[in-house]
């Protein structure tokens, strides 16, 4: 099976654009999950979702956004992009939830200028 | 509240050497605990897992874990590193109280020395 697969995997914007970052999980997979990692707060978990519905959300305020599609890709969206959110965003994807084990894309590393 | 922790940022060993990096949890009942490895600029790859059952969990690369539950921690171990071990390491288990999120420690970084 291929393994979950992120696009871009880099990218670069300035101040104020937006974004959108492309997850596609392992098949079969349904749920997928978006991660933050920054070298000083570590891996923090943005959202979740399964079955096109968001099923949990972090802390992370409302100019980061995500959806799922039917064949579970799934993107997240940031707007009026900040310094601070110069990261590599990590995907990952299970089958369902709960105990069950979560696979990791190779990320997109995103840096605002 | 943080849910699992790993007491060390930074790791030096050399290669050949033993090698054991800590993590703690705080969960009322028993977690499932993961452990991950991110080399430079890559996703994370799991190493092993522990859901239940026998304590000491076997991984990939020559990883082992150990589950205590008196002591609240998911050690990882191996017994001689090598030069391609150097990344960082995850350890990850339950949020506290919501079983369906997963959280991750800060990580260890691992450098070996030559």
């Known amino acids: 099976k291929a393994g979950v697969t992120q696009t871009p995997r880099y990218l670069i914007k300035t101040r104020g654009q937006q974004v959108t970052l492309s997850c596609s999980p392992i098949s079969g997979h349904r749920s997928v999950s978006w991660y933050q990692q920054t070298p000083g707060q570590g891996l923090q978990f943005l959202f979740e979702?399964?079955?096109?519905?968001?099923?949990n959300k972090g802390n992370f305020p409302g100019r980061f956004s995500g959806r799922q599609f039917s064949n579970s890709r799934s993107e997240m969206n940031v707007s009026t992009l900040e310094l601070g959110d110069s990261a590599l965003y990590l995907c990952a994807s299970r089958t369902s939830g709960g105990q069950e084990t979560q696979y990791f894309g190779p990320g997109t590393r995103l840096l605002v200028l | 509240a943080q849910s699992v922790t790993q007491p060390d940022i930074h790791i030096t060993v050399s290669e050949g050497a033993s090698l054991e990096l800590r993590c703690n949890y705080s969960y009322g009942a028993t977690p499932y605990l993961f452990w991950y490895v991110q080399s430079p600029g890559q996703g994370l790859q799991l190493l092993l897992k522990y859901f239940s059952g026998d304590t000491l969990v076997q991984g990939i690369k020559g990883f082992e874990a150990e589950f205590k539950r008196s002591q609240s921690s998911f050690n990882l171990r191996k017994p001689s590193v090598h030069w391609s071990d150097a990344a960082e390491y995850f350890c990850a288990g339950p949020m506290m109280n919501r079983d369906d999120k997963i959280i991750f420690g800060k990580g260890t970084r691992l450098h070996i020395l030559p």
């Open positions: 979702y399964f079955s096109e519905t968001q099923r």
